[in-house]
């Protein structure tokens, strides 16, 4: 009895105890100080933006801290950005509005919180990529940019070190995290429509009408200065217009009757009409003498003698100096400044101009990715020459493996097919290379004359930005050979001192070129040219003659030619005048610079209906047909060959020819990791052959794009991998150590 009342109490006392388990839960724990303050920040954010008239408020001053971040990135300088505000005070308001029209999209959202997120990893990323941008160029960043970010990762170690590259991670890493957090984390915020709705269709009317007023009255028809347009205009009107601004706007009197007069009047003008139609083995040459016509562009190449208040040891470009003196040269008008060498490529090789164009568009970016185009390959192609287009930097860059063929080229060398790869102290490859290679490739045709479009690389930035930078370049015991005076106080002076050395440099590489073909029994023209400024802060520059828009040409040749005298141009005058000098005049644009050649009328018109039809209209010009097809391009020249294969265990050497550091080994068409040893040995790890297996070697840019292979090799019964075989093995290592010595 005693022990049930024990167990019962026991069992009372045991139930009290859960009971006061239950109703006493164990106390949180406490959160830290930064996480309350996190959380309480959260809360005020999430109260405010369902809170009407303090949401528009907060937005409105938002916009305004954005815009002046991106106002301050494009200039540089916190402090600037507001004597920009101080300066222009309502092109600021109006960008300021055009930002707060998109943040007033967050009214019409349940996921404020991750839409607020969202505008601002956008906003800060244009703000950040514009600020790294403008530290290597002197065009600030625009739509057209984004086009080629895939070719800017072969070159980001160039421009950006392993500090920056990392930071980089970083931020991108921290923005994702921010988008996935606040998306899958963030509170849903309450609408009112009845508020939400109509004051959303306020701010877009307002931003609209504002748009439209503001743009009639200050916008000029085009950009052509785009780094002065964005400090005017403003950086986000700017940037949206490179958004929605692209192509060719159609001309008023496009019609079927304007295309046909123009088209009669250029038949009429030209003596050989009909070359057009006729094959290359039956064109009549319409000079006496057809020359190897040579371009070439220079990257950031320009007169320094012509900046004012600089001061040399020696001529910083005597061989171009001499070249002027005796040979027909002038000055060059081209459509980009600091940047855009395709652009001022596309214009003297289509005879367009990109004033027509959208702002500040690549046309290789656009409409040539798809459509071929009338050019000077195609216009010289109809008299029998071959077409070779050559770059010593990557094939992918501006998609010109894929452009070229759209205009004519029958072949494209790039670095990745070209031999003894020199580079200079940034690591662009050295433009004295291009010397070898154009010999070369007018070898390569010997019955044909060639028409080379050589675009170098050498003189591109990025500039050292400090004096202990351009030391490390030009150390004591290899000094810079240029020695400038007179920019002591500029603070780009390491730039501009390793800029004049390397364009020093680039003029060797003319006069080495010009000594080449002047022994030569072909008769060769080369144009050369610069394609840009070089990427400094240009405003502060003043150029003795000409302006910032303006480069210089020389046309040499090794025999008389027909003018001694040429005149200023346009880049997009260049390649019809040189083909006016020999009688060449197949093709429409080029018929239609040479109609109106020093005739002083305005012939923009004509210029602006002919490059519509032929690129967004119906090609009436042409009767309604494509009249060229893209060629099967060959990349590079060279034949790419494997003789042989060395198999030791799993590592394999493949020997051949015209291998260089793009070389790389495919087995049954993957791609494995490859070490090159020299032009005739490349290597891999890991890899056990069978008899059948297929190999080649492929040249791969940096980005990962194919521009030429060689033949497939096909693996013999012998040379398949035999590990228990100690005769098969001992002799591959005998043809290992015949072979060329590893570096």
């Not at 309480?40 to 916009?63: I, M, V």
């Not at 304007?258 to 009669?264: A, G, P, R």
């Not at 007179?486 to 390491?494: S, V």
């Amino acid at each position: 009895m005693k022990e049930n009342k024990k167990n019962i109490t026991s069992q009372m006392a045991g139930s009290e105890q859960s009971e006061s388990k239950q109703e006493k839960p164990q106390a949180p724990k406490p959160q830290s100080w930064l996480r309350r303050k996190i959380s309480a920040g959260l809360d005020r954010f999430y109260a405010l933006l369902n809170t009407k008239k303090q949401l528009l408020l907060f937005l409105a001053f938002w916009s305004i801290l954005l815009n002046y971040l991106l106002e301050s990135s494009l200039r540089k300088n916190f402090l600037l950005g507001f004597v920009h505000i101080l300066a222009q005070p309502l092109v600021f308001a109006f960008n300021s509005l055009l930002i707060f029209a998109f943040f007033s999209l967050l009214l019409l959202l349940k996921r404020r919180l991750f839409g607020f997120t969202v505008l601002n990893v956008v906003f800060l990323t244009l703000a950040i990529t514009n600020y790294i941008v403008l530290l290597s160029r002197n065009t600030p960043l625009n739509a057209p940019d984004f086009r080629i970010i895939k070719s800017a990762f072969g070159v980001v170690t160039i421009y950006l070190n392993i500090f920056e590259q990392i930071l980089v991670v970083l931020l991108i890493l921290l923005g994702l995290s921010l988008l996935a957090f606040t998306y899958f984390k963030g509170r849903l915020s309450e609408r009112d429509m009845s508020f939400s709705l109509p004051t959303f269709a306020i701010v877009c009317c307002v931003t609209l009408s504002s748009v439209l007023l503001y743009s009639h009255a200050v916008i000029t028809a085009h950009f052509s200065d785009l780094p002065n347009a964005y400090k005017e205009y403003g950086f986000t009107f700017s940037f949206l217009c490179s958004v929605v601004d692209r192509g060719i706007d159609k001309p008023d009197n496009y019609t079927d009757e304007s295309l046909e007069t123009l088209k009669v009047s250029l038949d009429d003008h030209s003596e050989t009409k009909e070359q057009d139609s006729k094959t290359p083995e039956n064109t009549v040459i319409p000079s006496e003498v057809t020359p190897n016509i040579i371009f070439l562009q220079l990257e950031s190449f320009y007169d320094p003698t012509n900046i004012e208040g600089l001061h040399f040891n020696e001529d910083p470009i005597p061989v171009f100096h001499s070249l002027q003196e005796n040979y027909p040269s002038g000055k060059l008008t081209v459509p980009s400044i600091g940047a855009g060498t395709a652009n001022t490529e596309f214009e003297v090789i289509t005879g367009m101009d990109l004033d027509y164009f959208g702002v500040a568009e690549y046309p290789y970016l656009s409409v040539l990715q798809d459509n071929t185009c009338e050019s000077v390959a195609y216009d010289l192609k109809a008299y029998g020459y071959a077409a070779h287009a050559m770059h010593n930097h990557t094939g992918s860059f501006y998609d010109r493996h894929k452009v070229f063929p759209n205009l004519g080229f029958d072949t494209f060398t790039s670095i990745e097919n070209m031999q003894n790869i020199r580079r200079n102290e940034r690591g662009w490859a050295k433009d004295a290379m291009l010397a070898d290679e154009i010999k070369g490739v007018t070898a390569f045709t010997p019955n044909q004359a060639d028409l080379v479009y050589a675009i170098s690389v050498q003189g591109h930035g990025k500039y050292p930005v400090s004096a202990e930078e351009f030391d490390e370049l030009y150390p004591p015991e290899h000094p810079a050979h240029i020695r400038v005076t007179g920019n002591e106080t500029d603070p780009e002076k390491p730039g501009v001192d390793y800029w004049v050395n390397q364009v020093h440099d680039m003029d060797a590489f003319l006069g080495s070129l010009v000594s080449e073909f002047a022994a030569s029994k072909e008769p060769t023209v080369i144009i050369m040219y610069g394609d840009h400024l070089p990427s400094f802060t240009l405003d502060n520059w003043k150029i003795k003659d000409g302006n910032l828009y303006q480069t210089q040409f020389v046309i040499w040749s090794n025999f008389d030619l027909p003018e001694k005298n040429a005149p200023d141009m346009h880049s997009f005058e260049l390649s019809s005048y040189i083909m006016r000098m020999f009688g060449f005049e197949s093709g429409y644009i080029n018929r239609l610079h040479q109609k109106y050649y020093a005739s002083g009328k305005d012939y923009s018109g004509e210029l602006h209906l002919l490059q519509y039809d032929l690129l967004y209209g119906g090609k009436k010009i042409y009767g309604g047909a494509d009249r060229y097809l893209p060629t099967n391009i060959r990349y590079g020249y060279r034949d790419i060959t494997i003789s042989s294969i060395a198999h030791i265990g799993n590592n394999i050497f493949v020997y051949g020819e015209n291998f260089n550091e793009y070389s790389h080994i495919y087995v049954n068409g993957s791609k494995k990791q490859t070490s090159y040893i020299d032009n005739g040995c490349v290597s891999a790890g890991n890899i056990v052959l069978h008899t059948g297996d297929r190999i080649k070697i492929v040249q791969v840019t940096t980005d990962l794009v194919e521009v030429g292979e060689s033949d497939i090799y096909v693996i013999s019964e012998s040379e398949a991998d035999a590990p228990d075989n100690w005769f098969h093995n001992f002799f591959s290592i005998d043809r290992l150590m015949s072979g060329k010595e590893v570096q």
